[in-house]
């Protein structure tokens, strides 16, 4: 079974940046489609960005030219790299598996706080 481990949340300024790591043991995230979701309080679990296994990306229109996600093969990670925050993206981050995929054991989440 798979264990993801979701860090670089934190307190962020309205148009700062942060990058997100998730780890993960017992699958090789090369060969899945890995994707970042988000939960803010009171919603549900939302669609962020996700890589395909060629490589190619997909992204939420909420966060289109303000966050990127890439991968590490070697490192067995992907990122999530957020730039000119808002308040509105605060929220738990979590990666999985991609949309229409049976997820995997969802981790703990990292909390990304933006404060206008």
């Known amino acids: 079974q798979a264990q993801l481990v979701e860090s670089g949340g934190g307190l962020v300024q309205a148009g700062g940046s942060l990058r997100l790591s998730c780890a993960a043991s017992g699958r090789t995230l090369s060969m899945y489609t890995m994707a970042w979701y988000r939960q803010a309080p009171g919603k549900e679990r939302e669609f962020v960005a996700l890589?395909?296994?060629?490589?190619?990306?997909r992204y939420a229109d909420k966060v289109k030219g303000r966050f990127t996600i890439s991968r590490d093969n070697a490192k067995n990670t992907v990122y999530l790299q957020m730039d000119s925050l808002k308040s509105e993206d605060t929220a738990i981050y979590y990666c999985?598996?991609?949309?229409?995929?049976?997820?995997?054991?969802w981790g703990q989440g990292t909390q990304v706080t933006v404060s206008s």
């Open positions: 890589m395909y296994v060629s490589g190619g990306t």
């Open positions: 999985n598996v991609g949309p229409g995929t049976t997820p995997w054991y």
